[in-house]
Structures are given as structure tokens and as C-alpha cells.
């Protein structure tokens, strides 16, 4: 496999250098100089993204092959706090990203300060909801869960709530958090019947 297709997933400085730089050519049409916080942000998310994608195909193969079930988790609050930074940490690439990002001329906590915390709901079962799903990782069950208002198809509720608020939006008119958020229709014809 050449270096070229491993930038997607690579966990070194260079790798991640890279595919940051390619997200802010290629999916904000930006550069290193003509670009906003914003605009890093989410070129930093979809880098953090890429990786996590990689994983995740990994693991659906391996659950496949295992003939393995997997638990659904449905919830309409989730209280997760930060999402870029807490994908860092579970990936083991914080000090590998805080060099690629140097490496180009920027620092971590920069980017890092573009997210607010993604506190969904009033607290109680948002949190439970969020050691619900890290107990699963950490104990290598397969899961999946869902929260039904974030799969609104054009997003346009969570712009009008954005945009009501005051909040911060990047430059596609999307909260940066958005960057997270995988369309459903990506992953709805991959789903296997169940046993």
C-alpha cells in the first residue's frame, strides 16, 4: 500500500500534517494562509475523522467474520462534552497531532478553543447516556447508538438553532461540530439483517 492511500488513517506527525492540509484544499477550498479558525477546525475534525472511519470499517469486518451481535443504544440526550479532543485521546495521537499541527504553523488549543462542549439535554441521562457508551468501548462490546435529532437530512433545523443562539458557525454554514456527524444514507445499505 502506498503512503498516498495510508495518509487517510496514518498516525504519524507527517500523515496527519497531510491529510489536514489536504482537508483544507479539498473540503473547506482553503490553504494554510486564507482560512479561519473555523475552517481548521473542521479540516482538523475531518482529518481526526479519517482515522476514526479506518477503525471502525476494521472493526465491522472483524465483527462480521466473528458473526458477532451488536447493541443499539437510542437516546435523545447524549452529554459527551468535546468532541475533537476526546477522539484524540481515544485515538493516541494527541502529541502527534499537536506536532503536525505545529509542524504547519498552528497549535492544538487554538483549534481545540473553536468547539464548544456538545452538552445535549439537561444533564442527568445525557451523562449516563455518555458512560453507556464508553463502557461499551471499554469493554469491546459492538455497539451503535443514535441520537434521532441529529439525522435531520439537509441539517437546516440545527442551522436555524445555531443561527437563533448566536452560535458559532463555519464557513458552510454548519456548527463545526457538524463535522462529526456522519449522513445515515452512508451507512443505512452496509446494516445486516439480525438474528
Not at 88 to 116: H, M, P
Amino acid at each position: 500500500m502506498s503512503n498516498r492511500e495510508k495518509t487517510r488513517y496514518g498516525h504519524t506527525v507527517r500523515d496527519i500534517a497531510q491529510d489536514f492540509a489536504e482537508h483544507l484544499k479539498y473540503s473547506q477550498d482553503a490553504d494554510l494562509v486564507h482560512t479561519t479558525d473555523e475552517g481548521r477546525y473542521t479540516a482538523l475534525a475531518l482529518s481526526i475523522r479519517d482515522r476514526i472511519v479506518h477503525r471502525w470499517n476494521q472493526s465491522r469486518k472483524t465483527q462480521r467474520q466473528g458473526d458477532s451481535k451488536r447493541v443499539y443504544y437510542l437516546s435523545l440526550e447524549f452529554l459527551m462534552g468535546r468532541a475533537m479532543s476526546n477522539n484524540i485521546i481515544n485515538l493516541g495521537i494527541e502529541e502527534e497531532v499537536r506536532q503536525a499541527l505545529a509542524s504547519l504553523g498552528y497549535t492544538y488549543e487554538e483549534l481545540e478553543a473553536v468547539e464548544s462542549d456538545a452538552g445535549l439535554g439537561n444533564g442527568g441521562l445525557g451523562r449516563l447516556a455518555a458512560c453507556f457508551l464508553d463502557s461499551l468501548a471499554t469493554l469491546e462490546i459492538p455497539g451503535r447508538s443514535s441520537v434521532p435529532m441529529s439525522s435531520t437530512p439537509s441539517g437546516s433545523a440545527d442551522r436555524f438553532k445555531s443561527s437563533a443562539k448566536g452560535a458559532r458557525t463555519s464557513s458552510n454554514g454548519l456548527p463545526p461540530k457538524r463535522s462529526w456527524v456522519l449522513p445515515t444514507t452512508c451507512r443505512s445499505s452496509a446494516m445486516a439483517p439480525t438474528r
